[in-house]
């Protein structure tokens, strides 16, 4: 605990005489100084010494190798809007001004590097396939004829179709000269977008490092210290430390350096970061053919059982004459061939590296002091 010392104050008002009336009225002088400095009470520590007119904590105000002053620093995930005012823990009785004048000033934004990199996962592709053709087309000319006299009729294969019989509609024997068979087609592989599972931590990448100054001023009685915020005036989760210029090797100062503080817990953060790995995108290199071939008939009837024509197709697809006054109710198609070739998956390499400049080395008094 501490407690304000006026005893310098009523001497001082004792020997001064008439600077009683002066000290009623709230204006005149005594020995030079004004009312309102005279009544700026002495802070007296727990050890008896005295922080004259600080009521935080006074430092050494210059420090080899280290910023002037003590400093409010958090450690957030970059997601959080943190502002210098939630470091303070303000006194519901002040008034705005003082409200504002205990706001410290943000000094800077620094970051944590990120960990080691995971690694890239492993690529992986779909594998190739046959598949059959998406069904015919009718024409009621001979050939496959579709020039504008001719009617068109299309006749379906449903999605996915594994060539059983199917009955998608009737053409009759006016609309049924010819049919072209769609191609039968080979799916390629394709690169498999799902995450691929596995091991290993993300990147502790996104960290920043919000640091506000907790100078006070020049009310300490050494002149060569500086006030800054005292613990009590310190929100949680927030540290007062000492921050060290860029890229200073510095080690934390012992607890005689710096009035009986001891800034013991020693982080390292800097003021630059890019961080440019990454993992190269995956793709799918054939690496041997499909072969796909299937014979494909059609019926009169919708069961698949009156043979019309059955023709053999492969990639080109097929065109087949009916017999005159024909007509189609059904269709099924069977496999001949169906090989399909093979790929290989590649790519996923880490590229880039982590770039850290200007390091700055953090002296922090234990969390909660």
């Not at 023709?311 to 007509?327: I, K, L, Q």
């Amino acid at each position: 605990m501490r407690r304000w010392e006026a005893g310098r104050v009523l001497a001082a008002l004792a020997s001064a005489g008439g600077a009683a009336v002066a000290m009623a009225s709230g204006c005149g002088t005594v020995d030079g100084y004004d009312c309102h400095e005279l009544l700026a009470c002495d802070v007296i520590n727990e050890d008896g010494t005295s922080n004259g007119g600080c009521e935080g904590s006074c430092v050494p105000m210059n420090l080899s190798g280290f910023e002037q002053g003590v400093y409010l620093v958090r450690v957030t995930a970059g997601l959080e809007d943190l502002r210098c005012d939630e470091a303070v823990v303000l006194n519901p009785r002040w008034n705005e001004e003082d409200r504002k004048n205990m706001i410290p000033p943000l000094y800077s934004e620094l970051f944590v590097a990120p960990g080691a990199h995971p690694g890239c996962g492993p690529c992986a592709c779909s594998a190739p396939a046959c598949v059959l053709p998406a069904g015919l087309t009718v024409s009621s000319g001979w050939m496959c004829d579709d020039s504008p006299g001719e009617t068109l009729t299309p006749f379906d294969a449903p999605a996915g179709w594994d060539g059983a019989c199917v009955a998608p509609g009737a053409v009759g024997a006016e609309a049924f000269g010819s049919f072209r068979i769609a191609p039968v087609t080979a799916r390629p592989c394709e690169v498999v977008t799902s995450p691929v599972p596995r091991d290993g931590d993300a990147p502790a990448g996104g960290q920043v490092v919000v640091t506000c100054n907790a100078l006070r001023g020049d009310m300490c009685p050494g002149a060569a210290q500086v006030c800054v915020l005292g613990a009590e005036q310190v929100s949680p989760g927030w540290r007062r430390c000492l921050l060290s210029e860029d890229d200073k090797d510095v080690g934390c100062p012992s607890s005689e350096q710096t009035a009986g503080l001891h800034f013991s817990e020693q982080l390292t953060f800097w003021r630059e970061v890019e961080d440019r790995r990454a993992c190269t995108p995956c793709s799918c290199t054939e690496t041997a053919p499909s072969t796909c071939e299937a014979l494909v008939s059609t019926f009169e009837d919708g069961a698949c059982d009156d043979l019309v024509a059955a023709a053999v197709v492969a990639g080109n697809g097929g065109c087949h004459d009916a017999e005159p006054g024909s007509t189609l109710g059904s269709v099924r198609a069977e496999w001949r061939v169906n090989a399909p070739g093979s790929c290989a998956p590649s790519g996923r390499e880490l590229v880039g590296e982590l770039s850290l400049s200007k390091r700055v080395i953090a002296c922090c008094l234990p969390e909660g002091t």
